[in-house]
């Protein structure tokens, strides 16, 4: 079983930067693939970043060029650094982990981001 907890959202102007942290306990984090996600109101889930165990990364087209996935191995962690934030960055932030052990997915509790303009 994998637990997960974020932090790090909050309220920032456009423009301005957060960056988000997911702590992970349990499982093996370095077989995990590790995800974020965001879910505006009224709209559905999206995939904003992902790293995979091996360290390769993706991301949404919206925030390629502002944000930045990262993971460390010896501390159980992902971040995501969100720079030159918009308005419709505004969401709540979800990390998630796929373990490639178990094929099992697993999810946080979220942590709100509200960009103003």
């Known amino acids: 079983q994998v637990q997960l907890v974020e932090s790090g959202g909050g309220l920032v102007q456009a423009g301005g930067s957060l960056r988000l942290s997911c702590a992970a306990s349990?499982?093996?984090?370095?077989?995990?693939?590790m995800l974020w996600y965001r879910q505006a109101p009224g709209k559905q889930r999206e995939l904003v970043a992902s790293?995979?165990?091996?360290?390769?990364?993706n991301y949404a087209n919206s925030v390629k060029g502002r944000f930045t996935i990262s993971r460390d191995n010896a501390k159980n962690t992902v971040s995501l650094q969100m720079n030159s934030l918009k308005p419709e960055d505004t969401a709540m932030y979800y990390c998630?982990?796929?373990?490639?052990?178990?094929?099992?997915?697993?999810w946080g509790q979220g942590t709100q981001v509200t960009v103003s303009s």
């Open positions: 790293i995979t165990s091996g360290g390769s990364t």
């Open positions: 998630a982990a796929h373990s490639i052990i178990t094929a099992r997915d697993y």
């Open positions: 349990g499982g093996v984090f370095r077989m995990n693939n």
